[in-house]
Structure formats: structure tokens, C-alpha cells
Nanobody, 115 residues
Framework: QVQLVESGGGLVQPGGSLRLSCAAS????????MGWYRQAPGKQRELVAR???????IYADSVKGRFTISRDNAKNTVYLQMNSLKPEDTAIYYC?????????WGQGTQVTVSS
């Protein structure tokens, strides 16, 4: 099994920045994908970004140019740098990992963008 512990959420003003971290432990040998989904009340779950073991990335159109996902394979940790945050980014962010699809999930971290 894989355990994912995420951190870095909080309250930030519009235009501010946050960095989320997600650290994997356990049976991590076969992990390929890591990334984040987010979900706000009344909204559908949305894939924010994901990265493969080899460094290939994808982003939701709504965050392109503002968010950057990166991965430290030696530390089994993935990061999401979020810049120019907007109120629309407010959501619970859930880290995930898997081989070809999400297999394990983090506990979620709240990101609130408000003045």
C-alpha cells in the first residue's frame, strides 16, 4: 500500500501564492503518476495537474501558466506551486498516486483564496 500525506494549504489573498506538497511512503516501487484533483462545494471534481515518473506534465486549462507541478523521485514527493491565485481556485485539493490511474489518495488540504 501507499500512504500519501499532503500539506501546504491555507488562506491566501487573491494574487498570492501557495505550495502544496505530497509525500508518498509504503510500497512506492511502481508509482508512475502523481498529482492533484480539487473539488469545491457544488462543483465537479477537477484534475488540476499530474506528473509522471519521467517528468511529463499536464494541467487543467484553468491553471495553465499559473501552477507548476514538479516531482522529486528521490524523496517520493510531488509539489504544486500555485501562483497568481484566484478566488475560483478555492477548493479542497486531493493528492493522488497510481500506475495508470489514481490508486491512492491523500487526506486533502483546504485552499482558500479570499481578501
Amino acid at each position: 500500500q501507499v500512504q500519501l500525506v499532503e500539506s501546504g494549504g491555507g488562506l491566501v489573498q487573491p494574487g498570492g501564492s501557495l505550495r502544496l506538497s505530497c509525500a508518498a511512503s509504503g510500497s512506492i516501487f511502481s508509482i508512475n503518476l502523481m498529482g492533484w484533483y480539487r473539488q469545491a462545494p457544488g462543483k465537479q471534481r477537477e484534475l488540476v495537474a499530474r506528473i509522471t515518473r519521467g517528468g511529463s506534465t499536464i494541467y487543467a486549462d484553468s491553471v495553465k501558466g499559473r501552477f507548476t507541478i514538479s516531482r522529486d523521485n528521490a524523496k517520493n514527493t510531488v509539489y504544486l506551486q500555485m501562483n497568481s491565485l484566484k478566488p475560483e481556485d478555492t477548493a479542497i485539493y486531493y493528492c493522488y498516486s497510481g500506475t495508470f490511474a489514481p490508486d491512492f489518495w491523500g487526506q486533502g488540504t483546504q485552499v482558500t483564496v479570499s481578501s
